[in-house]
């Protein structure tokens, strides 16, 4: 038995994201403000991000000591094809728009581009490295 | 929906069925019997087939999706008889249709019973209110196959297209951004096909060779083969094989440690679609090299 029932979905929870594949193809990425980055010599970038922890891990690394500048920073380093992504967003090019230029730079098939291009959005999300906004017309930002 | 000229048209094949859609649908979901297409907005095209062994009852299978609609509120099942139109389509099966209604979305579809080749297929088209182009889905009932006539069965998805010998069955796939592979199995005789892309990246820090030492483990047994560099049809390409040992004994250690005795490789660069192919066969008898060039001479990216 359950003790607590499941919330369930508003048809207005889904009213504010998007509820087709064309329509999430439509928002466009926003780098965050808090990533600095560094071009290396081969081309490819290298993201410098702060880490967020939760607010008891963060209190806890406090009393042992443990929290310094270096340990609230991480860094990734972008591939060739994702650093060519990621000089791409602008805000203003959408999820399509890069699938379209990754197809016709590298000839992938546009279900290939597609999948690897929002699996590296996605990646990219989750470490708070961008966030998305919604395609003109709509309002509000919305942030992965 | 805009279908666009039916000369436009795609093919997509997989495990024995084959069908021609509109350029813009994609396969969105794939398993070893199953397919689901979607366009720009959602799905559109479910194949779900299954080898029959014994007699087939349309009965059963109608009462399950029935069953299974009244379970799903608000969806509203029911047989019908089969639309005048789609009856030449599929004058080859015995066939039972079927329609149903949720509140947002409607299909239609049909039950497929082919006796040649012992193949049941569930197949419907999703329906929104807007899309209601019937030209779509009886153009693609008329191109549909269950079967091939010629004992090759074709394979095409994601661009990637090949023929290869009914008695080999698909036993693995996947398609991960930049390496796409199928796996098929007759007996002790593996067949393997990869798609390695794009071959500018991949080949950035050397040529195919040094690729190809670097990626091995990726192909299991085909560091056995002893690869050397190779001109095939013009493209540059690896090819390597290793042959075992005819002795009785040496075959029966063979099957013991599962190694396979007889292997051969090729792998060649397709410039033109910035792509990297490559066919892999292995077995504990000797290969039908034959049979392996015909693999390779249709195996291609479109």
Same mark, same amino acid.
């Given at each position: 038995?359950?003790?607590?029932?499941r919330?369930?979905? !508003?048809k207005?929870?889904?009213?504010?994201?998007?509820s087709?594949?064309?329509? !999430?193809?439509a928002?466009r990425?926003?780098?965050?403000?808090?990533v600095?980055?560094?071009k290396?010599?081969?081309?490819?970038?290298?993201?410098?991000?702060?880490l967020?922890?939760?607010?008891?891990?963060?209190?806890?690394?406090?009393?042992?000591?443990l929290?310094s500048?270096?340990?609230?920073?991480?860094k990734l380093?972008?591939?060739?094809?994702?650093?060519?992504t990621?000089?791409?967003?602008?805000?203003k090019?959408?999820?399509?728009?890069?699938?379209d230029?990754?197809?016709?730079?590298?000839?992938?098939?546009?279900?290939?581009a597609?999948?690897?291009?929002?699996?590296?959005?996605?990646?990219?999300?989750?470490?708070?490295?961008?966030?998305?906004?919604a395609?003109?017309?709509?309002?509000?930002?919305?942030?992965? | 929906?805009?279908?666009?000229? !039916?000369?436009?048209?795609?093919?997509? &094949?997989?495990?024995?069925?084959?069908?021609?859609?509109?350029?813009? /649908?994609?396969?969105?979901?794939?398993?070893? $019997?199953?397919l689901?297409?979607?366009?720009e907005?959602?799905?559109?095209?479910?194949?779900?087939?299954?080898?029959?062994?014994?007699?087939?009852?349309?009965?059963?299978?109608?009462?399950?999706?029935?069953?299974?609609?009244?379970?799903?509120?608000g969806?509203?099942?029911?047989?019908?008889?089969?639309?005048?139109?789609?009856?030449? &389509?599929?004058?080859?099966?015995?066939?039972? $249709?079927?329609?149903?209604?949720?509140?947002?979305?409607?299909g239609?579809?049909?039950i497929? =019973?082919?006796?040649?080749?012992?193949?049941?297929?569930?197949?419907?088209?999703y329906?929104?209110?807007?899309?209601?182009d019937?030209r779509?889905?009886?153009?693609?009932?008329?191109?549909?196959?269950?079967? $091939?006539?010629?004992?090759?069965?074709?394979?095409?998805l994601?661009?990637?297209?090949?023929?290869?010998?009914?008695?080999?069955?698909?036993?693995?796939?996947?398609?991960?951004?930049?390496?796409?592979?199928l796996?098929?199995q007759?007996?002790?005789?593996?067949?393997h096909?990869n798609?390695?892309?794009?071959?500018?990246?991949?080949?950035?820090?050397?040529?195919?060779?040094?690729?190809?030492?670097?990626?091995?483990?990726?192909?299991?047994?085909?560091? &056995?083969?002893?690869?050397?560099? =190779?001109?095939?049809?013009?493209?540059?390409?690896?090819?390597?094989?290793?042959?075992?040992?005819?002795a &009785?004994?040496?075959?029966? /250690?063979?099957?013991?440690?599962?190694?396979?005795?007889?292997?051969?490789?090729?792998?060649?660069?397709?410039?033109?679609?910035?792509?990297?192919?490559?066919?892999?066969?292995?077995?504990?008898?000797?290969?039908?090299?034959?049979?392996?060039?015909?693999?390779? !001479?249709n195996?291609?990216?479109?």
């Amino acid at each position: 038995m359950r003790w607590f029932k499941r919330r369930k979905p !508003s048809k207005d929870d889904f009213s504010k994201g998007p509820s087709s594949r064309s329509e !999430s193809l439509a928002y466009r990425p926003v780098k965050s403000l808090e990533v600095s980055e560094e071009k290396l010599d081969s081309g490819e970038v290298v993201l410098t991000y702060p880490l967020t922890l939760r607010p008891w891990l963060l209190s806890l690394a406090t009393r042992l000591g443990l929290r310094s500048e270096e340990t609230r920073s991480r860094k990734l380093q972008l591939d060739e094809m994702g650093s060519l992504t990621w000089s791409l967003l602008d805000g203003k090019r959408a999820v399509h728009d890069l699938v379209d230029f990754v197809c016709r730079r590298y000839k992938l098939n546009r279900r290939e581009a597609e999948v690897a291009m929002t699996g590296f959005l996605r990646d990219l999300g989750k470490r708070g490295l961008i966030g998305f906004r919604a395609p003109a017309g709509e309002e509000g930002e919305k942030s992965t | 929906m805009d279908s666009g000229k !039916s000369e436009l048209w795609k093919t997509v &094949a997989w495990n024995g069925l084959s069908l021609r859609v509109p350029p813009q /649908w994609e396969v969105s979901s794939l398993a070893t $019997s199953y397919l689901r297409l979607d366009d720009e907005v959602g799905p559109v095209l479910e194949l779900k087939w299954q080898q029959i062994r014994g007699l087939f009852s349309f009965k059963t299978h109608l009462e399950k999706l029935s069953r299974l609609s009244t379970s799903t509120p608000g969806v509203d099942f029911q047989e019908i008889p089969l639309p005048h139109d789609w009856q030449q &389509a599929l004058r080859n099966f015995e066939v039972q $249709s079927f329609v149903w209604q949720s509140t947002e979305v409607s299909g239609k579809g049909a039950i497929l =019973y082919c006796s040649e080749c012992q193949k049941a297929i569930l197949l419907q088209f999703y329906q929104k209110q807007r899309r209601g182009d019937s030209r779509i889905p009886l153009g693609i009932l008329h191109s549909f196959r269950d079967h $091939s006539e010629d004992g090759m069965v074709h394979w095409a998805l994601f661009g990637l297209r090949a023929l290869i010998p009914q008695r080999f069955t698909l036993v693995r796939h996947r398609f991960h951004p930049g390496h796409y592979q199928l796996e098929f199995q007759h007996q002790k005789e593996h067949l393997h096909l990869n798609r390695w892309g794009p071959a500018d990246l991949v080949l950035k820090d050397g040529d195919l060779l040094a690729w190809f030492h670097k990626r091995c483990g990726e192909l299991n047994w085909c560091h &056995a083969a002893n690869m050397r560099e =190779y001109n095939y049809d013009g493209k540059p390409a690896l090819q390597g094989q290793s042959q075992g040992s005819i002795a &009785a004994a040496s075959r029966l /250690w063979a099957r013991m440690t599962r190694k396979l005795p007889y292997i051969w490789v090729r792998i060649w660069h397709l410039a033109s679609r910035n792509h990297i192919l490559g066919v892999a066969a292995g077995g504990l008898k000797p290969l039908n090299e034959q049979m392996l060039e015909e693999v390779c !001479s249709n195996y291609e990216m479109v």
